[in-house]
Structures are given as C-alpha cells and as structure tokens.
T-cell receptor, first 115, second 111 residues
Framework: DAGVTQSPTHLIKTRGQHVTLRCSPI?????VSWYQQVLGQGPQFIFQ???????GRGNFPDRFSARQFPNYSSELNVNALLLGDSALYLC??????????????FGPGTRLTVL | LAKTTQPISMDSYEGQEVNITCSHN???????ITWYQQFPSQGPRFIIQ???TKVTNEVASLFIPADRKSSTLSLPRVSLSDTAVYYC????????????FGSGTKLNVKP
C-alpha cells in the first residue's frame, strides 16, 4: 500500500502570495493532520481533520486554513505568506486504534521557501 | 499541556545500547507516551507507544516508571542508520493539538 503522499515536494513563493499544499492519506485512514516544522525544531501542530470535520487547531493565525475532501485527501492553504512561513509542512494520517493514541503516519513533507 | 523535556543530543558508537530519557511531569491520566524517529528531510516515523511499565517491539523498548513522570526509550545495538532525531510525545486519543513534539534528541551514532 502507498504511504501518505504530499505535493508538491518543493515550492518557492514570495511574500504576500498564497499557497496550497496537498495530502493524500493512507487508504482507509480518515484522519489527516498538518504540521509545520521549522529548521532545527520539532513539528508544530496546525490542524487535524477527521471525517471531513476540523477536530483540532494549533496556535496558528487565520492565514492558515485547511479542508478535507470526501475521499479524505486534504489541502492546507496559507494566505499572505510571510518569510517566517518558510518550513517543512508535514501531513500525517491515522486511523482509530484499539487503545492509546492513534499512530500517525507522516508523509515526506512539502518544503516551502518564502522569499 | 503536557510538555516534554529531552536531552538536546547524545553520542554513541555502533553496537552499543542507547537509552534516551524524557521527562513529562505534567502527564495526565489519559495520556500515552509515544516516540517518533525522524531523519533529515523526512517525516517522523512511529517507533513505540506505551502507558505504563514496559513495552517492547522489534526495534525498541520503552520503560515507564510507576509515577509516569518520565520514560526511557532503549535502542539495542545501534547502527549508523539509527542516527536521527528522536521525539518523545505525550497525549491522549484524538487530542493531537495537545501533542507537543519539542526539539527532540539528536542521536549521533559513530563507527
């Protein structure tokens, strides 16, 4: 089975522009989460969607938005890009477990550079 | 928010056992402890998860004392390919916004 896929792999934008990042979860997984990872730091939680509804949101401004489609794929949108938005954006999918916390399966990420 | 504290970095040699300890003093009753491994420019990869005592799988062991305020990831006989950043996370089911990755521990395995 294919793992979590993300597109594009790399992206270069300029300040003020808008960007859309895409994620396809592992087949059968209904939950998708988005993370931002700045160089040298751990991933920071942005959003979680489950069954097409937002389940959680991290401490990010309203410039960040996301949605999940009926096929459980997801998009992350960032408006009015700032230099500080340059990061690796990670998508993770998961399925309900039998106990404990759901294991998250991460994609390879999208490297966004804002100039 | 159950934050975690880990050493910034550790060095080891091939064939040694490596133990990485994580402190989580504010862990809640419903929280589980999960460890992830991350290589440069890749997404994190699940290693192991536990709630109490000891959990072992094919790649690692996780030791959790009775008070659950800390945990130790044990990697037996590391190799060069185990050089990576290791993250300790504490959180409850469906509460990913309460998952705090922190800066992780950079493990450097030397030949």
């Amino acid at each position: 089975d294919a793992g979590v896929t993300q597109s594009p792999t790399h992206l270069i934008k300029t300040r003020g522009q808008h960007v859309t990042l895409r994620c396809s979860p592992i087949s059968g997984h209904k939950s998708v989460s988005w993370y931002q990872q700045v160089l040298g730091q751990g991933p920071q939680f942005i959003f979680q969607y489950y069954e097409k509804e937002e389940r959680g949101r991290g401490n990010f401004p309203d410039r960040f938005s996301a949605r999940q489609f009926p096929n459980y794929s997801s998009e992350l949108n960032v408006n009015a890009l700032l230099l500080g938005d340059s990061a690796l954006y990670l998508c993770a999918s998961s399925e309900p477990g039998t106990g404990g916390t759901d294991t998250q399966y991460f994609g390879p990420g999208t490297r966004l550079t804002v100039l | 928010l159950a934050k975690t504290t880990q050493p910034i970095s550790m060095d080891s040699y091939e064939g040694q056992e490596v133990n990485i300890t994580c402190s989580h003093n504010n862990i809640a009753t419903n929280d589980y402890i999960t460890w992830y491994q991350q290589f440069p420019s890749q997404g994190p990869r699940f290693i192991i998860q536990g709630y109490k005592t000891k959990v072992t799988n094919e790649v690692a062991s996780l030791f959790i004392p009775a008070d659950r305020k800390s945990s130790t990831l044990s990697l037996p006989r590391v190799s060069l390919s185990d050089t990576a950043v290791y993250y300790c996370l504490v959180g409850a089911q469906y509460n990913f916004n309460k998952f705090y990755f922190g800066s992780g521990t950079k493990l450097n395995v030397k030949p």
